[in-house]
């Protein structure tokens, strides 16, 4: 199955990931987004299965957040958006 392959291919699942959140970043139709976002949490789920981490792991974790007190700014990090570039073959827009 295409679940069997992304767990014995680290780089394809990477690889989707990647490209699933930049489609779903472009995305501006409704149902383009819903399906995008799709996508992006089926190749989510995808990785964290593989790790071992459950959906109720993720809630946890944002819920751990949202009490926290001091928070980073937020900003993207330059490092992984040039990364995702070079995995999608694009310049920065």
């Known amino acids: 199955s295409y679940t069997k392959r992304l767990f014995e291919d680290p ?5 989707k ?5 930049q489609e779903l970043s472009e995305a501006t139709d409704p149902n383009d987004v819903a399906g995008e976002l799709a996508d ?5 789920m995808v990785r964290a299965a593989k790790a071992g981490v459950s959906i109720d792991d993720a809630v946890a974790e ?3 957040r949202t009490r926290k007190v001091t928070r980073r700014q ?3 990090k330059a490092f992984r958006i040039s ?3 070079a995995i999608l073959g694009k310049s920065n827009i």
């Open 11 to 15: 780089v394809l699942l990477r690889d």
């Open 17 to 21: 990931l990647v490209e699933e959140a």
């Open 40 to 44: 992006v949490l089926y190749f989510a």
């Open 62 to 64: 944002l819920d751990r």
């Open 74 to 76: 937020g900003d993207s």
């Open 83 to 85: 990364a995702g570039d």
